[in-house]
């Protein structure tokens, strides 16, 4: 099983260990040089760098993104980035959870009862969080995926065409063919076991229950394919933004 959640500094490039990461972030050299740019710019709008952590069921090694975002956006903006990054199958409720306040992207579908009635997530992050600030976050309350982040940091600034940035995600964990120890690129949602493509043809529940191997906490959750989980989309989304 992968115990390993190293991951690049997407500045300079190289490897840490999740569990340095942050402070790697801190004082990488590359990073200070851009964010010295972007503070340029002046204003009184400040950049924060959240840290996201999921865990999922079949192993112990740690999902982890590090984020940089603008503290103006809301958190219907930051649902949506983990939604199309980690978590989105089939449209399944959401919730954020802030000191003890639920934020739900749509408070108006509650089905838990009036006396836990939720706000809305249509309200900026600078509302609800500053420094050192954790919080939880919900996808789904059939099969929950859950979340928990914090505020590491924040600088004055902006970033320069886009709302939300990648700084460093940890490296897709290897799993390997419960049949021949090669490895595995689908894992079987019946039998809860990983497969190679090879194998998975051969193997008895066959291959419509198989979900491909993705990097992300949901994977073999529900029907979780990772569709929208690559870095290809997501940067292409920024460029996008960019433009
Ligand atoms: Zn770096
Ligand atoms: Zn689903
Ligand atoms: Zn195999
Ligand atoms: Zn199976």
Redesign the pocket.
Known sequence: MAKKSDGYCRFCMKSFPGSSMSRHLASCPAKKERDAQETAAKGKSSVYHLKITGSSWYHDAPYWLHLEVNDAITLSHLDKFLRDIWLECCGHLSEFNIHGTRYSDSPEDDFWGADLESESTDIQLKKVLDVKDRFEYTYDFGSSTDLLGEVMAKRPGKLAGEKIRILARNNPPEFTCAFCGKKAEEF?S??Q?FYCEKCLKK?E?GEE?ALPVVNSPRMGVCGFSGEFDTDFFMEERAGNAAR
């Open positions: 079987c019946d039998c076991s193997h529940c229950m």
